[in-house]
């Protein structure tokens, strides 16, 4: 199996690297944050509130906007926080698919109230 993975890995070049860079911070960053604004638009709207978006030092805290006042932090079905990692989120946090063309997403309506 190592031997394998070497071999993968010496194929690898600049043209995938940059593909891979491209793709990430292009398309998944980007329409990362355009599914949290509609979903953050999308909950306020239910709830019947008023919905802001998150500063720079928000974010830094895992905070993605703010629905009636109340923090949430946006996340997708496949985000999971290895136990290695330090990042503790302590605000409601939505999960979302992405299902062909439509954002599924299920929230607690008790933690804007």
């Not at 030092?57 to 993605?64: A, I, L, N, T």
């Amino acid at each position: 199996m190592l031997i394998s993975f070497r071999a993968v890995l010496a194929e690898i070049d600049e043209a995938i690297i940059r593909e891979w860079v491209h793709d990430l911070v292009i398309y998944k960053t980007y329409q990362g944050m355009l599914f949290q604004k509609a979903i953050v638009e999308r909950i306020a709207a239910e709830m019947g509130t008023d919905w802001t978006a998150a500063t720079p030092e928000d974010e830094s805290r895992g905070v993605d906007g703010y629905v009636g006042g109340k923090p949430v932090s946006i996340k997708p079905d496949s985000y999971d926080v290895p136990a290695s990692l330090p990042e503790h989120i302590e605000v409601a946090v939505v999960t979302y698919k992405k299902v062909g063309s439509v954002i599924e997403f299920e929230f607690e309506p008790a933690d804007f109230k």
